[in-house]
């Protein structure tokens, strides 16, 4: 039997639908206001449904919604642990944990983002292995499993026995994420079971060499002049998105997603209430995206506005994927993960992505 | 540097019979002539027997590299392109820069299957399909013969297959040429017959290809000419080589696993690595050993290495393990 300490951040991945690009500080509660629903419970329990070997489990949870209120409807062996107050914090976490590792848990799963992997760190150090469940808005870091059901894989690993190995947590300044800037920085590592192709790839920082930024400028020219006047773009977030703007003069939120129609900007740092409601109102439309460098996500990570909805709403055939060479055959496949398992497994398959003017790349895309 | 330890370019790393290189000694007494056209053709006719072909099918060429281009630029006006990525380096940047349509196929570790149904559903407008069998640098057989015919069953489509690794692999599309007019083979001798310094490249080119050919005429130089006349004409020694090469590529594959390394199965005379150190081919060339970095052009940690002789191989080995525990050491 194995102790194992799960502990779940019951806000984190709000913001994402509602635009905000992250819950920490106090922004939760706007997310609240603006329609936020919570989406850890639906990872938690997507987590705990595919772990094989539940019957070598003895687990160790926090009281409520970081934990107990997920797992009762499993056949897992459980003990709580710790108690939490009504609105929780990252301090909550940090204490948990530290009870959680006094009862002597051999691996922490976490359910979170970034900002919870931070806290994580702060706590375990390099104590234990962890397993990190993407459900924050901001996942950029390598701990985190590339799908809550890829966590399960990995801690069934664990359970079976396998090495482990360093990933990164990163540092990303939420203030500066929301003004537009992506600043990272390396926060520490985390020990994790050593299944490379369950864990995704770090964010990598967008090259600005001058061939990378001719090739953006040459695959905005030619989205530009193959767009419809007569459809509604959807532009994600990212560099490359940027540059098509600039090639029609008009303005980016750089991490947020944008609306273009007939040449001009209908939406602005649109949320998933403000994109359906322009899908309502346009007959044609397409959703433009460039997958995260180094990881290949292209929805589920960063762009959370792009909800299974919308992308149900678009259809697949609608979504046009646009990267530079160099990032793109630097990726094995391109992922999705967005927290809806049909709407990924419809995503699946190959697709192409427009690297140039004159050049495509066919690409996996993997859930 | 002298003593640099060259497995970065897939070269055969023992040295032809000498009376090849004695052939090319006498085409260098010469080097004030022109190679005569009844030596030009004496080596079509050579390279046709060798490749089971008729000779009107064999174009020489100084290296493949000129024939895959000539390919592009003549068979790309009007039709897209398509190839997997990674490739042959050469061919992919010749196709960057001239066609007006390229798709690439990614390969994906650790399988690097190409999947039938994308050629078939790219292949639904005029293309022409570039791959090569075995593919450099994953050194993965792509295609089999029965996916062969389904590409060229399609006669909009045109298929160019770079054999340059086949004497290693085994496997060959050549005899396929006659019954199928839009296929074309290419090869050359750098790799397997050990002549990469003589630069002898030719295409075995379906009845399709053959007009756009009809004006490309390589007079070769003459050294390379008489090398390749006397190594075609009595190609036993190869099998040796080929034999030993393939004996390294399992006894190096074996030794990097054990050293904790991902070493994929190759079909040719070099093996794609990928390990964790990102700067391990530049401390391998710090130590005198040239490799081919992948990370500039493909995934990253990826590097490819040719195998060299038992000695070459060995120290290569050698610099890798003392790398390897410098690395962790470090950790």
Request: glycine share 8%; with cysteine; hydrophobic share 40%.
């Given at each position: 039997m194995k102790k194992i300490g799960l502990i779940v951040n019951p806000i984190a991945g709000m913001g994402g639908s509602v635009g905000?690009?992250?819950?920490?500080?106090?922004?939760?509660?706007?997310?609240?206001?603006?329609?936020?629903?919570?989406?850890?419970?639906?990872?938690?329990?997507e987590l705990l449904s595919y772990i094989k070997n539940r019957n070598e489990i003895n687990l160790v949870v926090a009281p409520g919604k970081m934990g107990e209120a997920y797992v009762r409807e499993f056949n897992i062996a459980f003990k709580l642990i710790g108690q939490v107050p009504e609105e929780t914090s990252a301090e909550d976490t940090r204490r948990?944990?530290?009870?959680?590792?006094?009862?002597?848990?051999?691996?922490?799963?976490?359910?979170g983002g970034d900002g919870t992997a931070r806290d994580v760190y702060d706590a375990v150090g390099s104590k234990i292995p962890v397993v990190a469940v993407p459900s924050g808005v901001k996942v950029f870091s390598s701990v985190f499993a590339v799908s809550a059901r890829a966590a399960a894989e990995i801690v069934d690993a664990f359970i079976e026995g396998t090495n482990l190995t360093e990933e990164e947590v990163l540092d990303i300044d939420e203030n500066a994420f929301r003004d537009n800037r992506l600043a990272s920085?390396?926060?520490?590592?985390?020990?994790?079971?050593?299944?490379?192709?369950?864990?995704q790839a770090g964010k990598e920082a967008s090259s600005m060499g001058k061939s990378s930024v001719d090739?953006?400028?040459?695959?905005?020219?030619?989205?530009?002049?193959?767009?419809d006047k007569?459809?509604?773009?959807?532009?994600?977030?990212?560099?490359?998105?940027?540059?098509?703007?600039?090639?029609?003069?008009?303005?980016?939120?750089?991490?947020?997603?944008?609306?273009?129609?007939?040449?001009?900007?209908?939406?602005k740092d649109l949320n998933e209430k403000g994109i359906l409601r322009l899908l309502k109102k346009y007959k044609s439309k397409k959703i433009i995206v460039t997958p995260i460098g180094g990881n290949g996500f292209i929805f589920g990570r960063g762009s959370k506005q792009f909800t299974p909805e919308v992308i149900r709403l678009v259809g697949r055939g609608n979504i046009i994927i646009v990267g530079a060479y160099g990032k793109v055959s630097k990726l094995d496949c391109l992922r999705v993960d967005t927290g809806d398992f049909e709407i990924d497994k419809l995503l699946s398959g190959h697709i192409k992505v427009i690297v140039g003017k004159k050049e495509e790349m066919v690409m996996e895309v993997r859930c | 540097m002298l003593n640099e330890i060259?497995?970065?370019?897939?070269?055969?790393?023992?040295?032809?019979?000498r009376e090849v290189i004695e052939a090319a000694q006498k085409g260098l007494s010469n080097l004030n002539r022109y190679a005569n056209p009844r030596d030009l053709e004496l080596l079509r006719g050579l390279l046709a027997a060798y490749s089971g072909v008729s000779k009107k099918n064999i174009i020489l060429s100084t290296g493949s590299d000129p024939l895959l281009r000539e390919i592009i630029h003549v068979f790309s006006r009007r039709r897209k392109v398509i190839m997997v990525n990674p490739s042959f380096f050469p061919t992919v940047q010749c196709a960057k820069e001239f066609v007006t349509k390229l798709?690439?196929?990614q390969l994906r570790p650790p399988e690097f299957n190409l999947d039938a149904d994308i050629i078939t559903s790219e292949t639904n407008e005029p293309s022409l399909v570039i791959i090569d069998n075995p593919n450099n640098p994953t050194g993965k057989i792509l295609i089999d013969r029965e996916m062969a015919k389904t590409i060229l069953d399609n006669k909009n489509t045109l298929l160019v297959v770079d054999e340059?690794?086949?004497?290693?692999?085994?496997?060959?599309?050549?005899?396929?040429v006659e019954e199928h007019s839009n296929l074309s083979v290419v090869r050359t001798l750098d790799k397997a017959f050990g002549l990469a310094g003589a630069r002898i490249g030719y295409l075995i080119a379906g009845e399709d290809f053959l007009d756009a050919f009809s004006t490309f005429y390589a007079f070769l130089p003459q050294s390379s000419l008489y090398s390749a006349m006397e190594a075609v004409k009595d190609p036993s020694y190869i099998k040796k080589n080929i034999k030993l090469t393939i004996k390294e590529r399992e006894r190096v594959g074996k030794k990097l696993k054990e050293m904790g390394l991902q070493v994929y199965p190759s079909t040719t005379n070099f093996l794609l690595i990928k390990s964790n150190i990102p700067s391990v081919a530049r401390e391998l060339k710090d130590k005198g050993i040239l490799v081919l970095d992948l990370s500039n052009q493909w995934l990253p940690d990826y590097i490819r290495v040719s195998l060299g002789t038992l000695k070459e191989n060995n120290i290569f080995l050698s610099s890798m393990k003392e790398i390897l525990r410098i690395c962790n050491k470090g950790e």
């Amino acid at each position: 039997m194995k102790k194992i300490g799960l502990i779940v951040n019951p806000i984190a991945g709000m913001g994402g639908s509602v635009g905000l690009k992250g819950t920490d500080g106090g922004i939760y509660k706007k997310a609240l206001k603006l329609g936020a629903k919570t989406v850890t419970p639906k990872r938690t329990k997507e987590l705990l449904s595919y772990i094989k070997n539940r019957n070598e489990i003895n687990l160790v949870v926090a009281p409520g919604k970081m934990g107990e209120a997920y797992v009762r409807e499993f056949n897992i062996a459980f003990k709580l642990i710790g108690q939490v107050p009504e609105e929780t914090s990252a301090e909550d976490t940090r204490r948990i944990i530290g009870e959680m590792l006094n009862g002597g848990i051999e691996l922490l799963v976490f359910v979170g983002g970034d900002g919870t992997a931070r806290d994580v760190y702060d706590a375990v150090g390099s104590k234990i292995p962890v397993v990190a469940v993407p459900s924050g808005v901001k996942v950029f870091s390598s701990v985190f499993a590339v799908s809550a059901r890829a966590a399960a894989e990995i801690v069934d690993a664990f359970i079976e026995g396998t090495n482990l190995t360093e990933e990164e947590v990163l540092d990303i300044d939420e203030n500066a994420f929301r003004d537009n800037r992506l600043a990272s920085k390396l926060y520490g590592y985390l020990m994790v079971p050593n299944v490379k192709k369950l864990l995704q790839a770090g964010k990598e920082a967008s090259s600005m060499g001058k061939s990378s930024v001719d090739s953006k400028g040459e695959i905005a020219r030619y989205i530009v002049e193959n767009m419809d006047k007569e459809t509604l773009c959807l532009l994600g977030p990212g560099t490359t998105l940027k540059a098509i703007t600039d090639d029609m003069g008009l303005p980016k939120t750089l991490l947020g997603v944008d609306a273009v129609y007939n040449n001009r900007l209908v939406g602005k740092d649109l949320n998933e209430k403000g994109i359906l409601r322009l899908l309502k109102k346009y007959k044609s439309k397409k959703i433009i995206v460039t997958p995260i460098g180094g990881n290949g996500f292209i929805f589920g990570r960063g762009s959370k506005q792009f909800t299974p909805e919308v992308i149900r709403l678009v259809g697949r055939g609608n979504i046009i994927i646009v990267g530079a060479y160099g990032k793109v055959s630097k990726l094995d496949c391109l992922r999705v993960d967005t927290g809806d398992f049909e709407i990924d497994k419809l995503l699946s398959g190959h697709i192409k992505v427009i690297v140039g003017k004159k050049e495509e790349m066919v690409m996996e895309v993997r859930c | 540097m002298l003593n640099e330890i060259k497995l970065n370019m897939n070269e055969m790393p023992y040295l032809p019979p000498r009376e090849v290189i004695e052939a090319a000694q006498k085409g260098l007494s010469n080097l004030n002539r022109y190679a005569n056209p009844r030596d030009l053709e004496l080596l079509r006719g050579l390279l046709a027997a060798y490749s089971g072909v008729s000779k009107k099918n064999i174009i020489l060429s100084t290296g493949s590299d000129p024939l895959l281009r000539e390919i592009i630029h003549v068979f790309s006006r009007r039709r897209k392109v398509i190839m997997v990525n990674p490739s042959f380096f050469p061919t992919v940047q010749c196709a960057k820069e001239f066609v007006t349509k390229l798709i690439k196929i990614q390969l994906r570790p650790p399988e690097f299957n190409l999947d039938a149904d994308i050629i078939t559903s790219e292949t639904n407008e005029p293309s022409l399909v570039i791959i090569d069998n075995p593919n450099n640098p994953t050194g993965k057989i792509l295609i089999d013969r029965e996916m062969a015919k389904t590409i060229l069953d399609n006669k909009n489509t045109l298929l160019v297959v770079d054999e340059a690794y086949h004497e290693f692999s085994g496997v060959t599309f050549a005899d396929m040429v006659e019954e199928h007019s839009n296929l074309s083979v290419v090869r050359t001798l750098d790799k397997a017959f050990g002549l990469a310094g003589a630069r002898i490249g030719y295409l075995i080119a379906g009845e399709d290809f053959l007009d756009a050919f009809s004006t490309f005429y390589a007079f070769l130089p003459q050294s390379s000419l008489y090398s390749a006349m006397e190594a075609v004409k009595d190609p036993s020694y190869i099998k040796k080589n080929i034999k030993l090469t393939i004996k390294e590529r399992e006894r190096v594959g074996k030794k990097l696993k054990e050293m904790g390394l991902q070493v994929y199965p190759s079909t040719t005379n070099f093996l794609l690595i990928k390990s964790n150190i990102p700067s391990v081919a530049r401390e391998l060339k710090d130590k005198g050993i040239l490799v081919l970095d992948l990370s500039n052009q493909w995934l990253p940690d990826y590097i490819r290495v040719s195998l060299g002789t038992l000695k070459e191989n060995n120290i290569f080995l050698s610099s890798m393990k003392e790398i390897l525990r410098i690395c962790n050491k470090g950790e």
